[in-house]
């Protein structure tokens, strides 16, 4: 299970081998779900409606959205900022598994709470999201403007977007959407790791005794699980971080339909309301949860692979020193 755990072995692991599960798993994870991040990504910016009565916009459901991206961008569209997206995942994974790792020790040796209770997780999870987010934003934003940009590209290369925000917009741009975003972090990493703490233990509850063969299986379950009910109840933030992180970005919209400039956090709130309802905070929301079911899974899957990987080929090279 993730997080530290005096009565397992795996605790043993050093930060540089929990940083490289965190990193492959995040490499790993980026890859799969990169064309449902695009489709999310375009439903989020998208101002006018999705479905039902009135002006639609470009963009109307997860198959027709993907038909046209394929249509106009080729299938290299859903792949579209996948260089920043790649290093954002790499450097979140590290980040957020090896601050996670370290406080939940750190609640076990300085506190008397348990650290496999959800509550520790809820706590830990969200304090690591947020040092992980405050490390990588420069990249979320990036990730972003990639995926929102249609064609002609305003951005050719990553070198090319990072010269030109900085000269353009200057060097905060890049942090455009942080208070929004750590406001949907904390809640939303900590509810994925104390869910997936939560669905481990009504998994193993409701198993047979024994030695259990499906453990992989159970990690990506309990995941993709965590990762819905995380995702449904943050999810608006996120939106408001998105519509944030794309502003002076506006001619780059202009294909995809109406554009707005919002000021700060309050503004964007409140004309969302204004102009698109209650349902305009849950655009994309279906793209959404399928991702967040696919990436989480696949996050604590693949985390957790590796890290029994890594601590059996560290048991075989003490087994062969001690050999020799």
């Known amino acids: 299970m993730v997080g530290y755990d005096p009565g397992s072995e795996r605790h043993l692991l050093s930060t540089a081998e929990v940083a490289t599960a965190g990193s492959l798993s995040g490499l790993v994870t980026r890859a799969l779900i990169s064309p449902l ?18 002006i639609h916009g470009k963009y109307s459901g997860i198959v027709q959205a993907a038909r046209l991206i394929l249509k106009e961008e080729g ?10 997206a790649q290093l954002l995942s790499i450097s979140y994974g ?7 790792e ?9 506190t008397s709470l348990d650290t496999r209770a959800p509550v520790v997780h809820f706590l830990c999870g969200g304090l690591a999201a947020c040092s992980a987010t405050l490390t990588v934003q420069p990249l979320d934003t990036l990730r972003t403007r ?28 890049f942090y455009q959407g942080l208070c929004p975003t750590l406001l949907a972090v904390f809640p939303y990493a ?3 790791f104390a869910s997936y703490n939560l669905l481990q233990r009504v998994w193993k509850a409701a198993s047979p005794p024994g030695p259990n063969k499906i453990d992989n299986l159970k990690n990506l379950l309990c995941g993709s699980g965590a990762g819905v009910i995380s995702k449904t109840l943050t999810y608006p933030l996120d939106l408001i ?8 970005f506006e001619q780059a919209r202009a294909a995809f339909g109406e554009v707005r400039t919002y000021h700060g956090l309050r503004d964007c709130v409140y004309r969302i309301h204004l102009e698109e309802g209650l349902k305009g905070f849950f655009k994309g929301l279906s793209p959404s949860l399928l991702k967040a079911a696919v990436s989480t899974g696949l996050t ?19 087994v062969r020193k001690v050999d020799k």
């Not at 991040?37 to 009135?54: M, P, S, Y």
């Not at 990639?146 to 905060?172: C, D, N, W």
């Not at 971080?241 to 002076?248: A, C, D, M, S, Y």
């Open 190 to 192: 900590g509810l994925q």
């Open 300 to 318: 604590f899957f693949s985390y957790e692979m590796f890290c029994s990987v890594l601590w059996n080929l560290k048991k075989t090279r003490e």
């Open 94 to 100: 590290a980040v957020q598994f090896v601050s996670f």
């Open 146 to 173: 990639f995926a929102a940009q249609g064609e002609p590209k305003v951005y050719k290369t990553l070198r090319h977007a990072i010269v030109t925000m900085s000269k353009t917009e200057g060097f905060l741009t």
């Open 75 to 84: 299938l290299s569209g859903f792949w579209k900022g996948h260089v920043p």
């Open 241 to 248: 971080k998105k519509r944030l992180q794309v502003g002076g």
């Open 102 to 110: 370290v406080l939940t020790e750190v609640f076990h040796t300085s």
């Open 37 to 54: 991040d695009v489709i999310k990504i375009r439903f989020q910016l998208q101002i006018e409606r999705l479905t039902g009565n009135g």
